[in-house]
């Protein structure tokens, strides 16, 4: 079933990776990120969201297997720009491919990729990809520097770290990585990259992020996954994408 989508409808990607960690913390199969993704896609996210790490803490091989096979809306296999995961992204073929920064000991994603500083290297995993007819997109810091090399690396998107603004003091603090967020995205649709952003995003951070107008997409997974506990995941769902919309309506972004 196809669904009508206002033109500049911002995408929800649910990132399930912390359904696994859970999973992982008693070793069997409960709970299962793909019946996570399957009620999230069934609760409006508009794709699913998954990062196979090099030491699969969360998702591991046979989640991504599955969720190729069981899904029917887009995956975005967030990965780092190594041989291994490149052969995985090739095998899968997923809708998307958005290269990430990785170090082992990291709780989590910390910032962004430097594709500045690592041009050289990450060049030939974008040619992959793209000649692959996989999306790809680089998650990046909101730097205009960052911003120029992804699109000379020639990643068609750009995802914008959102971490830095929503750890930031609400006030002049936050205000100032929003700014760098709003002058990113702005830049990048100047060049012609499709932009997202992400990380750390929850109903109250999200609203000035949605509002920037040139975004496209969002991806969010912790938040949503500790809501889960309180309201379950759809109801968590259908509230994010609502406080989304009326986010965009205020900033008559769809109008
Ligand atoms: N986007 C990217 C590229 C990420 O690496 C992550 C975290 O895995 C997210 C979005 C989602 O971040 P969070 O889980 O904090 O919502």
Do not use: W
């Not at 949605?210 to 309201?231: K, M």
């Amino acid at each position: 079933m196809s669904i009508m989508r206002p033109l500049n409808h911002l995408r929800l990607g649910v990132n399930v990776d912390h359904v696994a960690t859970v999973r992982n913390a008693r070793g069997g199969p409960h709970p299962d990120p793909v019946r996570a993704a399957l009620l999230a896609a069934e609760a409006g996210a508009d794709g699913i969201t998954a990062h196979l790490r090099e030491d699969r803490r969360h998702i591991s091989d046979a989640d991504i297997e599955r969720l190729m096979a069981e899904l029917k809306v887009p995956l975005n296999l967030e990965m780092a720009a190594t041989t291994e995961m490149l052969e995985i992204a090739l095998r899968h073929r997923p809708h998307a491919v958005c290269l990430v920064p990785e170090k082992r000991q990291e709780r989590t994603t910390e910032g962004g990729l430097d594709v500045a500083a690592g041009h050289n290297t990450i060049a030939p995993y974008v040619r992959r990809l793209n000649d692959a007819g996989i999306r790809v997109s680089a998650f990046i810091e909101a730097e205009l520097r960052q911003v120029d090399a992804a699109r000379s690396l020639g990643t068609p998107v750009v995802e914008l770290h959102t971490g830095a603004y929503c750890e930031a003091l609400p006030g002049p603090a936050r205000e100032r990585q929003l700014a760098r967020l709003q002058i990113a995205a702005a830049h990048a649709a100047t060049i012609g990259l499709e932009c997202h952003a992400g990380h750390g995003l929850g109903y109250e951070t999200v609203g000035q992020i949605a509002a920037i107008p040139t975004l496209a997409e969002l991806n969010i997974g912790h938040f949503l996954v500790g809501e889960a506990i309180y309201s379950g995941f759809a109801t968590a769902i259908r509230r994010m994408r609502t406080v989304m919309d009326e986010a965009r309506v205020a900033a008559r972004v769809s109008l």
